[in-house]
């Protein structure tokens, strides 16, 4: 998806019935749960949409990916040391740091598209909407640096980026196999 438009998410009631499926991914209560985002190939949540307000506290990570699966998969390509091999393709690409200062300019602007006027005057008035209007995807302040590849590939499954684009290179070549019993 080149540009952003709103993922066909679970109606309320649909919210609601994937609540304890989404807690169990978490291990914890939902804060903030807004929407389904993406689903998997057996028609479960994948990535779920968060409130940008949590507590009266700002919440820069929009999508937070819960794929159990996935989830593991990534959990090890982060502890083989993946996140420094792309790091270091990153630096020696121009084309690749120019295309995250894009991708985090276009999660900026789903940030934007999905804040409410509450979230708004809230974060204007407590001055921290630059947490907002300067970061990217999950927060990140240094547009070409990697720092959790769990919210790269969130982002990802809901507008593609480069991250996203290079850890489906990892997945896909059978490095890290996924545990398929992680579904169960």
């Known amino acids: 998806m080149t540009n952003f438009q709103k993922p066909v998410t679970a109606g309320e009631s649909d919210l609601e019935r994937w609540r304890p499926y989404i807690q169990q991914c978490l291990d914890r209560e939902p804060r903030g749960l807004r929407a389904i985002v993406a689903w998997d190939e057996q028609g479960r949540p994948r990535v779920i949409q968060v409130a940008l307000v949590v507590d009266g506290k700002p919440f820069p990570t929009v999508f937070w990916l819960i794929d159990p699966a996935l989830c593991l998969a990534i959990d090890r ?22 295309a995250m200062r894009l991708d985090h300019e276009k999660h900026q602007a789903i940030r934007a598209a999905t804040m409410t006027p509450t979230e708004r005057k809230l ?12 970061r990217g995807i999950g927060g990140i302040q240094e547009p070409d640096r990697i720092r959790c590849l769990h919210t790269w590939y969130a982002a990802h499954c809901v507008q593609s980026n480069a991250v996203g684009d290079m850890i489906d290179e990892l997945l896909a070549d059978g490095r890290v196999p996924f545990i398929s019993d992680a579904q169960s």
């Open 77 to 98: 390509l982060e502890a083989a040391g993946c996140i420094a091999g792309l790091q270091q393709r990153v630096n020696a690409s121009p084309e690749l740091r120019a």
């Open 123 to 134: 974060l204007e008035s407590s001055g921290m909407m630059a947490a907002f209007t300067t």
